[in-house]
Structures are given as structure tokens and as C-alpha cells.
């Protein structure tokens, strides 16, 4: 069959009518799904509304509130099959609740028109994000996923992951204050080198078992053959150019793992992993890496070049003493696993309250 389309094309000179229908039925369907989003999100917010509104005539507020999920579950069951469990509606209940503060941007955005702008929040994500955003009850944290979602085009699986990975928490104890409420509004577009270090990076997608034994080459070729889970851990606009690149000082070949770039930071990020105690040896032969991209690989136009240790334990007491106080060289550490949520939040609560102390003295 193909074999005879290829012909047509060639004889009767179809190429450009195949490229036009497929283009046609590509952005057809692309709109279709849009516009279905678009009308589940507004109508699981406008029944969130109903039920709300419902339940505020009940004068047990408590048993009313069930009395009714029940209820409608059942009757909208009848009425239409599936998709209208009692977890279902108290969803929709949860998000005209969680979200009625950007009510005008939903009911005004004319999906009674058909028309929408799919470019602007709310219908950049699917109702399906909402239910995971739904679940975090922090403003400013669920606000970053928000945003970060939109922007990085998270699907559900990706958001979940980077959710339960605590991407919010680990970003955040990696900064200052200001750069916390500017993490929460702006989402996570690096501005400036640190912006792009974690504490710690989580590496559970290797597959390595974090009690078992393994070298370091088994690190490096877990990444490699996930590098899109990795680029996504990293963080925001990380693209990878090479790995395992030499450098040859008189008569010696030393191997940096990977060579990372940031479009945003527009630099040159490098990585080496240790799964051994981290040397001075180590630091030094990073900052060697550092100096000669400086020297020979960047442009005018691009920043310096940012060095990172990816290691099992971390000795920032040994990086200070090893490195100029300018040097762009860090050592961060990776866990196999994913961390402790509430752990990460209590810590950074303690942070903050920390800083707040501070300002008040």
C-alpha cells in the first residue's frame, strides 16, 4: 500500500496535496482536543460552583455537603454512565473551591463562544493536571507547578514525578528568600548559576539500587540511557552536546562524564559524578575543566562556564578551602531515591521562618 501511494505521488505530482490534507487533519485534531479540555475544565468548574451554592442552603453543612456529592454522583451516573463517581464530582467540588479567586479568567473566557485562547491560563492544562494540582495545598507551591507545567509542557506522568520528587522544596532550599517568592511567581527559568542547582538531584529513573554496589561508570551510563529524565531533573532549558569528553595535558588523558549547555544561562554546564569520597583532587581537575572552556570553547557572547560534582556526599567545607571564592564550581549531591516530602517541607518551613527572624533584627 505504501509502496503505491509513493507511486501516485510521483506520477501524478500529489506531494503537495498529501502534506496540505495531513497538515488540515493534524491541526483538526489538535482542536478538537483543545477545545475538549477547554469545556471540561469550565464545566467541572461551573458544577463545583452548583454544588457549593447547593450547599450552603443545607443547615448541617457537614451532611448536607455529602448528602448532595451523593446524590448528584448517582443522578449524573444514570443520566450519562461514567465519569461521574462521588470522587469525581467532590473533585469538581475541590476545584471551583481551590480556584474560584480566578473565577472571571474561567467564566469570561468565552467557552460559551467557542472562543477560546488557548495560550492563557486556565486551558494550557488539562483537567487531568488539575486533579494533581488540587492535592497541593501550599498557594505558592501549587502556583510554581502551575506554571512550570505550562511552561515546560509537563504532561500528567511528568508533573506527578516532579511533584512527588519535590522539585518545589528542593529548588527552594537552594536559594534566598526573594528568589523563593520569585520561584512561586515566576516559575523556574534560571537566571543565574545557582539557579540551577538542586538539593539534593534525584536519580531514582537509573535504576540503581541505592544499598547495592556500583561504579561510577554504571551512574554515567544509566543517565546516558535515560538523558531526557535527567535533562528534566536538572531543571529548565539544559541541552546535551557530548559525554565523556578528553583532555589531553602532557601526555595524560583526563574524561569529563557530561557536557551539558543552558539556553537561558547561555553557558557551558559540566558534569562529573563521584560516588566516592569528594577529593581536593577532584575539585581541582573540575576547575582545570572549567578553565580550559573558558579559555578555548566559549564565545563573546556566551557566560562562563559552570562546573558541577554530582557525588554521593557532598563536603561544602572542603569546597571552600579547595576553590576561589568566584569559582563556578559546585558539588551537589544525588540520592537514588526519592526524598522525604514532608521532611523537605518541614526544613523549609524552619528556613523561612529562620529568614523572617533575621529580618526582624
Same mark, same amino acid.
Given at each position: 500500500?505504501?509502496?503505491?501511494?509513493? @507511486?501516485?505521488?510521483?506520477?501524478?505530482?500529489?506531494?503537495?496535496?498529501?502534506?496540505?490534507?495531513?497538515?488540515?487533519?493534524?491541526?483538526?485534531?489538535?482542536?478538537?482536543?483543545?477545545? *475538549?479540555?477547554?469545556?471540561?475544565?469550565?464545566?467541572?468548574?461551573?458544577?463545583?460552583?452548583?454544588?457549593?451554592?447547593?450547599?450552603?442552603?443545607? !443547615?448541617?453543612?457537614?451532611?448536607?455537603?455529602?448528602?448532595?456529592?451523593?446524590?448528584?454522583? *448517582?443522578?449524573?451516573? $444514570? $443520566?450519562?454512565?461514567?465519569?461521574?463517581?462521588? &470522587?469525581?464530582? *467532590?473533585?469538581?467540588? @475541590?476545584?471551583?473551591?481551590?480556584?474560584?479567586?480566578?473565577?472571571? *479568567?474561567?467564566?469570561?473566557?468565552?467557552?460559551?463562544?467557542?472562543?477560546?485562547?488557548?495560550?492563557?491560563?486556565?486551558?494550557?492544562? &488539562?483537567?487531568?493536571?488539575?486533579?494533581?494540582?488540587?492535592?497541593?495545598?501550599?498557594?505558592?507551591?501549587? %502556583?510554581?507547578?502551575?506554571?512550570?507545567?505550562?511552561?515546560?509542557?509537563?504532561?500528567?506522568?511528568?508533573?506527578?514525578?516532579?511533584?512527588?520528587?519535590?522539585?518545589?522544596?528542593?529548588?527552594?532550599?537552594?536559594?534566598?528568600?526573594?528568589?523563593?517568592?520569585?520561584?512561586?511567581? $515566576?516559575?523556574?527559568?534560571? !537566571?543565574?548559576?545557582?539557579?540551577?542547582?538542586?538539593?539534593?538531584?534525584?536519580?531514582?529513573?537509573?535504576?540503581?539500587?541505592?544499598?547495592? &554496589?556500583?561504579?561510577?561508570?554504571?551512574?554515567?551510563? &544509566?543517565?546516558?540511557?535515560?538523558?531526557?529524565?535527567?535533562?528534566?531533573?536538572?531543571?529548565?532549558?539544559?541541552?546535551?552536546?557530548?559525554?565523556?569528553?578528553?583532555?589531553?595535558?602532557?601526555?595524560?588523558?583526563?574524561?569529563?562524564?557530561?557536557?551539558?549547555?543552558?539556553?537561558?544561562?547561555?553557558?557551558?554546564?559540566?558534569?562529573?559524578?563521584?560516588?566516592?569520597?569528594?577529593?581536593?583532587?577532584?575539585?581541582? !581537575?573540575?576547575?582545570?575543566?572549567?578553565?580550559?572552556?573558558?579559555?578555548? %570553547?566559549?564565545?563573546?557572547? $556566551?557566560?562562563?562556564?559552570?562546573?558541577?560534582?554530582?557525588?554521593?556526599?557532598?563536603?561544602?567545607?572542603?569546597?571552600?578551602?579547595?576553590?576561589?571564592?568566584?569559582?563556578?564550581?559546585?558539588?551537589?549531591?544525588?540520592?537514588?531515591?526519592?526524598?522525604?516530602?514532608?521532611?523537605? @517541607?518541614?526544613?523549609? @518551613?524552619?528556613?523561612?521562618?529562620?529568614?523572617?527572624?533575621?529580618?526582624?533584627?
Amino acid at each position: 500500500m505504501k509502496e503505491q501511494l509513493v @507511486q501516485s505521488e510521483n506520477e501524478l505530482g500529489l506531494g503537495d496535496l498529501y502534506k496540505k490534507a495531513k497538515q488540515l487533519i493534524d491541526n483538526a485534531r489538535d482542536s478538537i482536543g483543545l477545545m *475538549a479540555n477547554a469545556v471540561t475544565v469550565y464545566t467541572s468548574f461551573e458544577l463545583g460552583r452548583y454544588i457549593v451554592e447547593q450547599e450552603q442552603q443545607g !443547615q448541617d453543612r457537614a451532611k448536607y455537603g455529602a448528602k448532595v456529592l451523593d446524590s448528584l454522583s *448517582a443522578y449524573l451516573t $444514570e $443520566e450519562y454512565g461514567k465519569g461521574f463517581s462521588r &470522587s469525581n464530582v *467532590a473533585g469538581m467540588r @475541590q476545584f471551583y473551591i481551590t480556584y474560584r479567586d480566578r473565577e472571571t *479568567a474561567i467564566v469570561q473566557s468565552g467557552v460559551g463562544q467557542l472562543q477560546i485562547n488557548y495560550d492563557e491560563w486556565p486551558f494550557r492544562l &488539562s483537567w487531568t493536571h488539575y486533579q494533581v494540582l488540587m492535592r497541593i495545598s501550599d498557594p505558592q507551591e501549587r %502556583e510554581f507547578y502551575e506554571k512550570e507545567a505550562i511552561r515546560s509542557n509537563w504532561n500528567v506522568k511528568t508533573l506527578k514525578r516532579q511533584y512527588s520528587s519535590s522539585l518545589y522544596e528542593r529548588l527552594a532550599l537552594s536559594r534566598d528568600k526573594e528568589d523563593v517568592l520569585r520561584l512561586s511567581s $515566576e516559575g523556574a527559568t534560571p !537566571q543565574k548559576p545557582s539557579d540551577i542547582l538542586h538539593t539534593p538531584y534525584i536519580l531514582e529513573f537509573s535504576g540503581l539500587d541505592d544499598k547495592a &554496589s556500583y561504579h561510577e561508570s554504571d551512574l554515567e551510563q &544509566s543517565v546516558i540511557d535515560k538523558m531526557q529524565n535527567f535533562l528534566l531533573e536538572m531543571g529548565k532549558g539544559f541541552l546535551f552536546e557530548q559525554r565523556q569528553k578528553r583532555f589531553t595535558f602532557h601526555d595524560k588523558n583526563f574524561y569529563l562524564d557530561l557536557v551539558l549547555y543552558n539556553r537561558f544561562l547561555r553557558c557551558y554546564v559540566l558534569i562529573d559524578f563521584k560516588i566516592d569520597e569528594l577529593t581536593h583532587q577532584d575539585l581541582g !581537575q573540575m576547575q582545570m575543566y572549567v578553565n580550559y572552556y573558558d579559555r578555548y %570553547e566559549i564565545t563573546e557572547n $556566551e557566560n562562563p562556564t559552570i562546573g558541577i560534582l554530582i557525588c554521593k556526599q557532598s563536603d561544602e567545607a572542603l569546597v571552600d578551602l579547595t576553590l576561589p571564592k568566584d569559582a563556578n564550581i559546585y558539588a551537589k549531591e544525588y540520592k537514588l531515591y526519592l526524598p522525604d516530602k514532608k521532611l523537605l @517541607q518541614r526544613k523549609l @518551613q524552619e528556613w523561612l521562618d529562620e529568614a523572617d527572624e533575621k529580618d526582624l533584627l
